[in-house]
């Protein structure tokens, strides 16, 4: 557990500094959105890790998990904002080359991050752990919708797709907050959870 959280972290920090050094450079509130998203998560894995430090992790489960549904609320919420800004015209995104390729990156690391972590709250019986595995998932959608909407911009010119798609990972991450807050944390990985138990039967 100690290594997930150590490696989430230390990916997030630098995917953060990347993306929002990208985002400036380029204009793009979506990028400075997703480094954002990425300091979120680091938020969530410190949360996590504190809550394993106590000598009885699972009275501060509850606490845990909702500081993590406040972290899905803040992160929609500036979601919502930038992409608002960007279908009114209030601003411009560029090109960046440099966003794309961390948006593809994250494409590929955080799904096997959040898959790990689910595995590993599962064994743990931890909600918490279970809802920082859904706020690395989360930042799967967040990566696709980053990169859909830069490609768009880049070959098409199209400043308006990346704002959409965000607007319905806004809407994802205030369901996930709400469950969260309220306990009611699901595997982010249902269906192949489904199978996994069906093939140990």
């Known amino acids: 557990m100690r290594f997930i959280v150590a490696f989430t972290i230390t990916y997030n920090v630098i995917e953060a500094i990347v993306a929002i050094w990208a985002g ?8 400075i959105g997703f480094g954002l998203d990425s300091i979120v998560e680091v938020l969530s894995a410190v949360a996590v890790a504190w809550q394993f430090t106590r000598k009885e992790p699972e009275r501060w489960e509850k606490a845990t998990v909702r500081a993590i549904g406040i972290a899905f609320f803040a992160l929609a919420a500036y979601v919502i ?17 440099l966003g794309i390729g961390i948006a593809t990156l994250s494409l590929l690391v955080m799904p096997v991050l ?7 709250g599962r064994e ?4 918490s752990v279970l809802a920082d595995a859904k706020q690395l998932l989360l ?8 990169l859909i909407g830069l490609l768009l911009n880049s ?40 199978d996994e138990e069906e093939d140990e039967e």
């Open 24 to 31: 400036t450079v380029a204009s793009s509130a979506a990028l």
């Open 139 to 146: 930042c799967v959608y967040l990566s696709g919708t980053v």
């Open 114 to 120: 959040a898959w790990f972590e689910f595995r590993t």
């Open 155 to 194: 070959l098409f010119g199209w400043m308006w797709a990346d704002s959409v798609a965000a607007l319905v990972v806004a809407a994802l991450a205030i369901r996930e907050g709400i469950e969260a807050w309220r306990g009611e944390v699901e595997s982010p990985f249902g269906l192949l959870e489904d």
């Open 81 to 97: 904002i930038d992409a608002l800004l960007t279908l009114t015209g209030a601003q411009e995104v560029d090109h960046s080359p």
């Open 124 to 127: 743990l019986g931890s909600k």
